[in-house]
């Protein structure tokens, strides 16, 4: 019987935990699974409503360390999530994706001499600007058990020195969700809300602090969507850190002005897979986005200068385009066009990860 650690932090984590918990409930003989939420996110939009509707259980432990400068957030969970490792034991830490919390946990674990699984190993952009490619660097460093999504996460991985044997190239367990509940999405109402139809909409979303952090890079965001929604309707769901900086900077009134952009709360998870499903493209610079919108064949621009998840672009409809608003409207015109690549859906991408690596868990 294996106790584990299952740890979620950050909106991203949610559906990646879910499959690898459920998983590991079916072998109560085997598995004690403990699922820790460090409180990174804690708005009802961005935590609770992905528990409701993931069909996670409540949180075992709550950490409730919240926001703060990226120091401060990863002290906090460290100094908390030592605390549950040292009352509970666990055999394994398990943790997903790149946030603060999965780097944190981590690290204390390993410090602890507790054996670190990571989900989604070896993604790599090359650009350590990102705070998520310190992230995924240091805990892959940290990890026992490697699980990768695509092709270059073995090869990254190969290529810094980890051995073969601890890399286990399982497939992408954010994708089994949605093979999961994309049925249940279908009934959501959000596009009769939204005024919008199926396939008429380009659907936005932007919060990484290199897009909306700084008010000349945001101006340029925003003056892109002001051409992208002069020739369709824009619905985005706007992340707390971006509509935080909009109004800080004074941007109300300019996007008020903009008459097809619809700008909403964070999407729940089901009305989010319905949205991404029936839109005619996404712009992008989400690193999960790239990967849902390449399993359901969906054109997707992703502004930013690199990606850690090459497949996307290769076989997937995702392409790189930066902040470059020629580039970006030249896309455009294909997608309206339909002449954009159909894409097709990298392997292992099947619904079934979470139940591989449970597998490897069980077998060793
Ligand atoms: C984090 C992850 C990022 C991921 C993103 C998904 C890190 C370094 N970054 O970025 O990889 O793509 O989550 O959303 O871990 N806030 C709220 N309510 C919340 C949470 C955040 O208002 O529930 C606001 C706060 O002002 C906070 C800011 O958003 O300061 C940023 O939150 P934070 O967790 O630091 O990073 P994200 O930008 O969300």
């Known amino acids: 019987m294996k106790r584990i650690l299952n740890v979620v932090g950050a909106r991203p984590n949610f559906m990646k935990i ?3 918990h459920r998983q590991m409930k079916q072998f109560p003989d085997s598995f004690e699974p403990i699922l820790v939420h460090t409180g990174q996110h804690y708005d009802e939009a961005m935590s609770k409503i992905f528990f409701e509707q993931l069909q996670l259980p409540e949180p075992d432990i709550y950490l409730g360390v919240g926001s703060g400068s990226h120091a401060e957030q990863t002290a906090k969970i460290m100094i908390a999530f030592e605390k549950v490792c040292m009352e509970h034991h666990p055999d394994l830490v398990l943790v997903v994706g790149d946030v603060n919390s999965t780097l944190a946990c981590s690290l204390v674990a390993s410090k602890l001499h507790i054996p670190v699984a990571h989900v989604e190993a070896g993604l790599r952009s090359g650009d350590v600007t990102m705070p998520e490619e310190i992230n995924r660097i240091v805990t892959d460093r940290l990890s026992d058990y490697l699980f990768t999504t695509e092709e270059s996460g073995n090869t990254n991985l190969k290529a810094e020195g980890i051995p073969e044997g601890k890399i286990f190239f399982v497939g992408n367990v954010m994708i089994d969700s949605l093979v999961h509940f994309l049925p249940q999405a279908e009934s ?3 596009l009769e809300e939204l005024n919008v139809t199926q396939g008429s909409y380009a659907l936005v979303t932007l919060h990484r602090p290199s897009n909306v952090d700084e008010k000349e890079k945001a101006r340029q965001v925003l003056e892109i969507l002001n051409e992208v929604q002069q020739l ?12 935080k900086n909009f109004q800080r900077f004074g941007f109300t009134e300019m ?3 903009m008459e097809q952009l619809k ?3 964070p999407a729940s998870y089901l009305d989010f897979l319905k949205l991404m499903k029936h839109a005619r493209l996404v712009l992008t610079d989400s690193g999960g986005i790239q990967e849902e919108t390449t399993y359901l064949g969906i054109p997707c621009l992703t ?3 690199n990606t850690e998840r090459p497949i996307t672009v290769h076989l997937g409809s995702n392409e790189i385009v930066g ?6 409207m030249e896309a455009l015109n294909l997608i309206l066009n339909n002449q954009w690549k159909n894409g097709e859906v990298p392997q292992l991408w099947d619904g079934k990860a979470a139940e591989r690596i449970v597998k490897v868990l069980k077998e060793h």
């Open 18 to 20: 879910a499959p690898i």
């Open 188 to 190: 959501s109402h959000i």
């Open 232 to 243: 369709l309707p824009v619905v985005f769901p706007i992340h707390p850190r971006t509509s």
């Open 255 to 257: 996007i008020a002005h």
């Open 263 to 265: 700008m909403i709360p």
């Open 303 to 305: 502004l930013r200068e």
């Open 323 to 328: 902040m470059n608003k020629s580039r970006i």
